[in-house]
């Protein structure tokens, strides 16, 4: 198997939730259940520029929200600032804390190639043949 269809099986065993769900289940202050964390792309209060800095900031663009199986979810909360890096926002449920899902800022591209490719490679796996990169 090649890189890229090693991705897409990693892919796979991630779920998908649609966002629009999470509004229509929480109507009134749905935002406030969740929490919204990245590569933050504003400036803070004294005027320094934050771009590139991990931290909070905003629902992600994409209306899926991928949610990981527990396994790849406790690399991710061991790696956020990496997987940030791999354009993810972290999606955390408000009243407990944990990581529910991984969001993408982003429409009208390869999220495979942009995101899970930087993500794989990150995660260091290996589930492709050798020489049969992307």
């Given at each position: 198997?090649?890189?890229?269809?090693?991705?897409?099986?990693?892919?796979?065993?991630?779920d998908r939730f649609p966002a629009a769900?999470?509004?229509?289940?929480?109507?009134?202050?749905?935002?406030?259940?969740?929490a919204f964390e990245g590569l933050m792309?504003?400036?803070?209060?004294?005027?320094?520029?934050?771009?590139?800095?991990?931290?909070?900031?905003?629902?992600?663009?994409?209306?899926?929200?991928?949610?990981?199986?527990?396994?790849?979810?406790?690399?991710?909360?061991?790696?956020?600032?990496?997987?940030?890096?791999?354009?993810?926002?972290?999606?955390?449920?408000?009243?407990?804390?944990?990581?529910?899902?991984?969001?993408?800022?982003?429409?009208?591209?390869?999220?495979?190639?942009?995101?899970?490719?930087?993500?794989?490679?990150?995660?260091?796996?290996?589930?492709h043949d050798t020489g049969e990169e992307?």
């Amino acid at each position: 198997m090649n890189e890229m269809e090693a991705v897409q099986r990693f892919v796979d065993g991630f779920d998908r939730f649609p966002a629009a769900l999470v509004g229509e289940k929480f109507t009134e202050g749905w935002y406030e259940a969740w929490a919204f964390e990245g590569l933050m792309n504003v400036e803070d209060a004294d005027g320094e520029d934050e771009v590139g800095t991990y931290g909070v900031t905003h629902e992600p663009l994409w209306g899926t929200w991928f949610i990981p199986c527990a396994p790849e979810a406790e690399w991710i909360e061991e790696h956020k600032e990496e997987v940030a890096d791999c354009g993810f926002t972290l999606i955390y449920n408000s009243d407990d804390h944990g990581l529910f899902a991984l969001g993408v800022d982003g429409a009208g591209y390869s999220f495979l190639i942009k995101h899970f490719l930087p993500l794989y490679r990150a995660r260091g796996l290996q589930w492709h043949d050798t020489g049969e990169e992307a």
